[in-house]
């Protein structure tokens, strides 16, 4: 019996790469127990259900991305929106800061109080309203403008007063009214109503108010 020779078994000196029939017995055998091991590996591995997790993985993942892209997309679907519009916006903003600019350079940098009041009794009187009370308040500095109060309480009827706010409007300053409320003037009012708000002026900050 011919005794096998380990070293040429196993030379790994001069194998080819194209022509593994050539290669020594031992190498063969090597080769071969690795691929049946691989083989048998992947059965075991299909088998036990170990691909079940990647797979659940995947799931995951592709739901997740859906979940994501369905979030994301109104928001882009938005900015997008901005964007295309944004020359419109741009336009927009700077009407609304001339505007704002020439209403500001309209603003009188003295208030004439008395003469205001004076004028407010006027178009109080020509509604049709008495009078129970005009209290100029304190100023308040805003941002751009000096704003300045006046606390005003009449009595009449419900169109007289429309008629009292509309003659405000048209008063050559710029006039607001606030905090509007109507009571009942009581017995001797009769079907008479008392109402009280804040009419407020406004002027132009001089150089040390900034």
Same mark, same amino acid.
């Given at each position: 019996m011919a005794k096998l020779d380990l070293a040429a078994a196993f030379d790994t000196s001069n194998l080819d790469q194209n022509n593994p029939g050539s290669w020594p017995i031992g190498i063969k055998g090597i080769t071969f127990l690795f691929i049946f091991g691989g083989i048998v590996a992947a059965g075991i591995f299909f088998d036990a259900g170990f691909y079940r997790?990647?797979?659940? #993985?995947?799931?995951?993942?592709?739901? +997740?991305?859906?979940? #994501?892209?369905?979030?994301?997309?109104?928001?882009?679907?938005?900015?997008?929106?901005?964007?295309? /519009? #944004?020359?419109?916006?741009?336009?927009?903003?700077?009407e609304m800061e001339? =505007?704002?600019?020439?209403?500001? +350079?309209? #603003?009188?940098? @003295?208030l004439q109080i008395d003469s205001l009041?004076?004028?407010? =009794?006027?178009?109080?009187?020509?509604a049709g309203l008495e009078f129970d009370l005009i209290k100029p308040g304190a100023e308040a500095a805003k941002e751009f403008y000096v704003e300045f109060p006046i606390n005003i309480t009449v009595v009449g009827r419900y169109h007289e007063f429309g008629?009292?706010? +509309?003659?405000? =409007?048209?008063? /050559?300053?710029?006039? =607001?009214v606030h905090n509007v409320n109507l009571v009942p003037a009581g017995a001797k009012g009769g079907s008479k109503l008392t109402m009280t708000l804040v009419a407020?002026?406004?002027?132009?900050? @001089?150089?040390?108010?900034?």
């Open positions: 997790p990647i797979t659940l #993985l995947a799931e995951d993942l592709k739901k +997740s991305g859906q979940k #994501l892209e369905k979030e994301l997309k109104p928001t882009f679907e938005s900015k997008a929106a901005l964007a295309a /519009n #944004l020359d419109a916006y741009k336009a927009q903003l700077a001339r =505007s704002f600019g020439a209403m500001l +350079s309209k #603003l009188p940098e @003295n009041i004076i004028d407010i =009794s006027q178009a109080g009187l020509r008629d009292f706010v +509309s003659g405000l =409007s048209e008063l /050559n300053r710029i006039v =607001s407020k002026t406004y002027r132009a900050k @001089n150089e040390k108010e900034g």
